[in-house]
Every structure is written in structure tokens, then in C-alpha cells.
């Protein structure tokens, strides 16, 4: 693999963009202070390829930024391709992986995506490509910081998988297990192959009887032909005996419906004879009571008369009855609308309490989101407070680590004047640059060397204070971490604030809306219902209409009485 360019933005110590463009030179020395960010250069190479890295994922995120991203192009193989990772703080990882096309008729390459559904998918594809992982490659293609001997730290099956990847033995795995998974295959044919020879083999031992037991079923069949002729010929006969047997029942049927078509005549004879008799014993009964009749035919002429002075008044009444109903109709329909309208009102007025009603709730709530904020509000200045505890346990550590060369070096100078002077007979003191007398020299041992010692001890101080800082910083680093989290929560809590105040706003200017527009028109309406003031000049023409009704004096029970008079007759 050989890479061509490298991008990297919010990773590690690159909180800019910044690009290497590795096509402009073939060897590079890259050096720097401690912390300046040599590292990340390899820690975005192998972060790019496999999403990993000497820190983990949410870690690689620069303190300052909200997103690490890194792009690498290389070339692997006569192709070029391109990957591009990055890690939004608090959500989802991303993977894209491109290869270039450059055979198309444009003289600029394109770039043609290979990224597969998911991440994890993504990632092996890109392992399959470079036919390494993460463990291979960084034992292989370059040594991270402090892991000189991995390799050689390995055990023998580690080291015997790493050494396989990278000189694609692997692949020869791969062809050996295809050739035993078509060996069985093949294995698998030759014995159901064997197995249906054998079958053959023994239906051939078989012949001879098979063939006796042919003979014998085609001679049953033969029998078995004979009895089907003689069955279908006693079959044709009893198909001709039954169709005699129907043209017989025909028959019968047509001369049954004659005698019953005599017998019904017959009957209806018999009926008329009897309906004479029964009137002539009528008629003979009526010119008995001659006298009752004309009796009852003056009543039914009076009747008759008087019924017909009804009729007048009926129609009168029913004429005016009908115009009754155009009043009556306006009346209902004004009655309907305001009831509509009542009910409309009334709907509306319970929808307004019921909301009303959840007011004392949604400001229980913006209490609670309101308490919520404020420990959020505080996590973020225990943030800022831990960004300046981590700055100042930075600056410590900086410190510490430009100040133990500087003290090392003191300490070997101090030693190698200690050794001189205790080594040299007659050494030059070098303060005073005499030479110092035996006393002299014996006490400037000692203050040499009790310099020495502070030096020594403020050396082991600032090592321990560097390990105290390493522990004090990934604490520090983690807890801002966590509590960055609160910035995303403290914008949902002050969105649902806005909704919540949105909500007891909207209700509020409902209710007084409702109060000037609406209330006034409920009461209204049901006083008008109550009272029965509405469609006042539809009331005055029924008012009207039924004293008409009452002048006519029709009475139905006499109508009626008189109409069942008229109706008997003369009897």
C-alpha cells in the first residue's frame, strides 16, 4: 500500500483541516515536541483503515471539536483508492469507500463508491481489500510508538496469522478448502452412483420373475376385458328397459292430470248450486222486512246530505291545514339551526375545558424541564471548570516533562565533576579554580553531591507528576466527555420549553377568545331556544292559521260518524 494523500480535521491534536500530500517526496523524517502531534499522523492512517486507533473512538475527538474526520488516498494493487471516517460526538460512526475509475472518457478521474450497507461491512471489505487487519498491518507496515517488539511478543499462532496475511498464504487456505469441498462433492456422486448401480444390478437378478408376473396380469386382464364386454352389454339393455318404463310414466301423468281436471269442474258445479241456494234464501229474508228498509233508507238519505255539508267543512279545514304546515316547517327548521349551532358551541366549549383542564399539568412540567436545565446548565460550567483544570494539569505535565532533560543533563555533569574531583589528585576547583585542599575538596564532594540529590529528587517528582498528570488528564478528558453530552440535552430541554410555553400561550389566548367571541353567543342562543322567540313572523302566520282553524269548528268525530252511517247503506 502506498499512500498518496492524508486529510485529517477535529482528530487528536488537528483540531484545523490539515492535508500530506505524500507524492511530493519519498522520505520523510517527522519530528516535533512532545504532544505537537507526530503520532496522530499514524494513528489517522490506521484510524481511516480500520477505525482504529491507540485511543478510543470518542477520544480522538479534539477537545474543540464536535466531529473528527480524516480522508486517506492510496494506491494498492494498480488501483487508487479512497477512504473517508469520521466520528460526530454523540453519534453515529461513518465509513465511506470510494475507488478510482480512471478509464472514463473524461480526462478527470471519478471516483466509484464500493461503501456497503452497514459500517461493519464497509470495514471488511476494506480488509479484504489490503488482506490485513489492524493487528497485521501495524505489526507489518510500521511500528507504533512504544510497541518496537509487538511482534516479537506474539505467540507462535499470532505471529504464524500475521505473517500469513501478509504473504497472502491465506488465499492458498482458501483454494485448499475448495478443492475438499469438491472432493466431497465428488465423493457424494460416486457413492449415490454405486448405490444405483446396485439397484440396477439387482432388478436384472430380478428379470426373469418380473417378466412371469407381466404374463400373468396381462392374462388377468384379458379376462378382465371379456367380463367388461358382457357388463356393457347387459348395461345397453337395462338403458333400453328404462326408457321404456319413462314413456310408461308419461303416459300415466297425462291421463292422472285429465281426471283431475274433470274432478275440479265438478267441484266448482257444486259451488255454484250452493251460492244459489244461499241466495235465494237472501232475497227471501230481505222482502220480510220491506217496511226496516225504507226505515233505514230515510236515514241513509239524511245521512247523505249531512255528510256531503262536512265534506264542505273538511276541505276547508284540510286546505287550511295545509297552509298551517309552510309555518310549522319554518319553525322546526329555525329550532334545528340553533340547536346546531348550541351543540357546535357546546362541543367546542368542552373541547376548550378539557385543554384548559391540562394547563396545571403543562406547568408542572415546565417546572420539571426547568429543574432539568439547571443541572444541565451547572454540568456545563463543571465542563468549563474541568477544560481549566485540564489546561492547568496540561501546562503541569509540559512542564514537567521541559524540565526533567534539562535536570537529567544537570545530573550527569554533576557527576561526571563529582567523579573528577574524587578520581584527579590535585583537580582544579571550579568555582574558584584553585586547587582545593583535601578538606576543601571533601566538602565540595558533598555539596556537589547534595545538589545532586535535589536534582535527583525534583527529577523523580516531576516523573511521578508526569503519571499522576497522564491519569489526571484521561480523567479530565472523559468527564468533559460525559458532560458535553449536556449541551445537546440542554437544547432539547429549552425546545420543549418553547412548546411547552407555546402551548399554555395558545390555550390562554383560546380561553379569552372564547370569553369575548363565543360565550356570548351560547347564552344567546339557548334563551332564544328556551323561551321560544325564534322565527317570530313564522309564529304570527301560525297564530293566525289556527284561529281560522277554530272558526271553521270542523269536528272529525262527527265526520266520521256520520261517513260510517253513509257507508252501511240501506240494511
Known amino acids: 500500500m502506498i499512500p498518496i494523500s492524508l486529510s485529517m480535521e477535529g482528530f487528536l491534536s488537528y483540531k484545523e483541516r490539515v492535508e500530506i500530500d505524500f507524492t511530493s517526496f ?6 516535533g515536541e512532545n504532544g505537537a502531534g507526530k503520532s496522530s499522523i499514524l494513528d489517522g492512517i490506521t484510524w481511516a483503515l480500520f477505525g482504529r486507533a491507540r485511543k478510543h473512538d470518542e477520544t480522538v475527538i479534539n477537545l474543540e471539536s464536535k466531529k473528527a474526520e480524516v480522508c ?44 456497503e450497507r452497514t459500517l461493519r461491512d464497509t470495514d471488511l471489505k476494506i480488509i479484504d481489500i489490503l488482506r490485513l487487519d489492524y493487528e497485521s498491518f501495524t505489526n507489518a507496515s510500521f511500528l507504533l510508538q512504544g510497541g518496537a517488539d509487538q511482534f516479537t511478543q506474539q505467540n507462535p499462532a499470532a505471529r504464524k496469522r500475521i505473517l500469513s496475511q501478509i504473504l497472502g498464504l491465506e488465499i492458498w487456505e482458501d483454494y485448499r478448502n475448495q478443492v475438499l469441498q469438491k472432493r466431497r462433492y465428488a465423493d457424494k456422486d460416486l457413492n449415490q452412483l454405486d448405490g444405483r448401480i446396485s439397484e440396477i444390478v439387482a432388478e436384472l437378478g430380478e428379470r426373469d420373475q418380473r417378466l412371469k408376473y407381466l404374463r400373468d396380469l ?29 314413456e310408461q310414466e308419461k303416459l300415466i301423468a297425462a291421463s292422472a292430470s285429465q281426471v283431475e281436471g274433470k274432478e ?33 233508507f230515510k236515514d241513509w238519505e239524511k245521512a247523505q246530505k249531512s255528510l256531503a255539508g262536512w ?29 346546531q349551532i348550541s351543540s357546535s358551541l357546546e362541543t367546542r366549549f368542552k373541547d376548550l375545558q378539557t385543554k384548559l383542564d391540562k394547563i396545571p399539568q403543562l406547568k408542572a412540567q415546565l417546572k420539571e ?9 451547572a454540568d456545563l460550567e463543571k465542563r468549563e471548570l474541568k477544560k481549566k483544570l485540564l489546561e492547568e494539569a496540561r501546562q503541569e505535565q509540559a512542564d514537567a516533562k521541559a524540565e526533567n532533560p534539562r535536570l537529567y543533563k544537570e545530573m550527569k555533569e554533576l557527576e561526571k565533576r563529582i567523579a573528577e574531583l574524587e578520581r584527579t589528585e590535585g583537580a582544579l576547583c571550579p568555582l574558584c579554580g584553585q586547587e582545593p585542599s583535601p578538606t576543601e575538596r571533601e566538602s565540595l564532594v558533598q555539596n556537589l553531591k547534595e545538589d545532586g540529590k535535589d536534582l535527583g529528587d525534583r527529577y523523580r517528582q516531576n516523573q511521578s507528576t508526569l503519571k499522576e498528570a497522564d491519569q489526571v488528564v484521561k480523567d479530565l478528558q472523559l468527564q468533559i466527555t460525559e458532560l458535553s453530552l449536556a449541551e445537546n440535552t440542554l437544547r432539547d430541554l429549552r425546545q420543549e420549553i418553547d412548546q411547552i410555553n407555546n402551548q399554555i400561550t395558545n390555550l390562554e389566548k383560546e380561553n379569552k377568545s372564547w370569553g369575548k367571541n363565543h360565550q356570548k353567543e351560547l347564552d344567546r342562543v339557548r334563551k332564544t331556544l328556551a323561551d321560544e322567540t325564534y322565527a317570530s313572523e313564522a ?5 293566525v292559521i289556527n284561529q281560522d282553524l277554530k272558526d271553521i269548528g270542523y269536528d272529525a268525530a262527527e265526520h ?7 257507508s252501511q247503506g240501506v240494511t
Not at 220 to 241: F, G, I, M, V, Y
Not at 268 to 281: A, D, L, N, P
Open 26 to 31: 519519498s522520505v520523510a523524517c517527522i519530528t
Open 72 to 115: 486517506l488516498v492510496f494506491h494498492y494493487e494498480e488501483n487508487q483508492y479512497k477512504i473517508v471516517r469520521s466520528n460526530p460526538q454523540g453519534k453515529t460512526k461513518q465509513v465511506e469507500l470510494y475507488i478510482m475509475d480512471d478509464k472514463t472518457a473524461s480526462s478527470a478521474a471519478t471516483w466509484i463508491p464500493l461503501t
Open 218 to 246: 396381462e392374462e388377468e386382464l384379458s379376462r378382465a376385458q371379456e367380463e367388461r364386454k358382457k357388463s356393457e352389454k347387459q348395461l345397453a339393455n337395462l338403458k333400453a328397459l328404462v326408457s321404456s318404463l319413462h
Open 264 to 296: 275440479n269442474s265438478i267441484a266448482q258445479i257444486r259451488k255454484k248450486i250452493h251460492q244459489r241456494i244461499s241466495e235465494k234464501e237472501v232475497y227471501e229474508g230481505t222482502l220480510s222486512q220491506a217496511d226496516a228498509i225504507r226505515e233505514s
Open 311 to 339: 265534506e264542505v267543512v273538511a276541505d276547508k279545514y284540510r286546505e287550511s291545514e295545509i297552509k298551517r304546515q309552510e309555518p310549522l316547517l319554518q319553525i322546526a327548521a329555525e329550532k334545528a339551526r340553533l340547536l
Open 369 to 377: 424541564v426547568n429543574k432539568k436545565i439547571k443541572k444541565n446548565e
Open 539 to 543: 309564529r304570527q302566520e301560525l297564530m
Open 560 to 566: 266520521d260518524r256520520v261517513r260510517e252511517i253513509s
